[in-house]
T-cell receptor
Framework: NAGVTQTPKFQVLKTGQSMTLQCAQDMNHEYMSWYRQDPGMGLRLIHYSVGAGITDQGEVPNGYNVSRSTTEDFPLRLLSAAPSQTSVYFC?????????????FGEGSWLTVV | SQQGEEDPQALSIQEGENATMNCSYKTSINNLQWYRQNSGRGLVHLILIRSNEREKHSGRLRVTLDTSKKSSSLLITASRAADTASYFCATEWRGGGNKLTFGTGTQLKVEL
């Protein structure tokens, strides 16, 4: 049982490049989400999914796309990277969302856009 | 923004002392959760308190919730060097569709 697995751990991108951050969970959780963490800002929700085939926007969705073709996977795509997207990205999963359930986080992906 | 605030931003104490950190939020909530983050790592869930609860304990952790003041506190008793980490509160706010809003965090340093 690996929990929530994110790849890559570190990535450097040039402005305008695109890439996908991968997230997989093996706990059969319905809810998955992506957050970004910036210094002094806490975590902010980018996109989330309440089940396969269903996604929705969070607080800061611009510049990111997601899809949920399977229960296990929830990739985050940066369409055209910008320096403002330099951040640490965390994927999380849980049953029934935050409603009284523990949320499990991945170890994070450090992204630098130059 | 629904984001909460935590106080203090940084806290340095000696091993064996108690550490108290506070969280304030803006809207009505379903529950409030506390997480710990070690440097360079993901967040680890510590404790959840529901809106109809006022106090909850888990080992050396004690969490209180005052919904009238929209605030919560996390007390770590008999702190250890291994407690050194950042601590975040997160709220599931009513109407938020099961989403969490995180505070800005308190950096705790426990010195030997």
């Amino acid at each position: 049982n690996a929990g929530v697995t994110q790849t890559p751990k570190f990535q450097v991108l040039k402005t305008g490049q695109s890439m996908t951050l991968q997230c997989a969970q093996d706990m059969n959780h319905e809810y998955m989400s992506w957050y970004r963490q910036d210094p002094g800002m806490g975590l902010r929700l980018i996109h989330y999914s309440v089940g396969a085939g269903i996604t929705d926007q969070g607080e800061v969705p611009n510049g990111y796309n997601v899809s949920r073709s399977t229960t296990e996977d929830f990739p985050l795509r940066l369409l055209s990277a910008a320096p403002s997207q330099t951040s640490v990205y965390f994927c999380a999963s849980s049953n029934q969302g935050a409603r009284g359930n523990t949320i499990y986080f991945g170890e994070g992906s450090w992204l630098t856009v130059v | 923004s629904q984001q909460g605030e935590e106080d203090p931003q940084a806290l340095s104490i000696q091993e064996g002392e108690n550490a108290t950190m506070n969280c304030s939020y803006k809207t009505s909530i379903n529950n409030l959760q506390w997480y710990r983050q070690n440097s360079g790592r993901g967040l680890v869930h510590l404790i959840l308190i529901r809106s109809n609860e006022r106090e909850k304990h888990s080992g050396r952790l004690r969490v209180t919730l005052d919904t009238s003041k929209k605030s919560s506190s996390l007390l770590i008793t008999a702190s250890r060097a291994a407690d050194t980490a950042s601590y975040f509160c997160a709220t599931e706010w009513r109407g938020g569709g099961n989403k969490l809003t995180f505070g800005t965090g308190t950096q705790l340093k426990v010195e030997l």
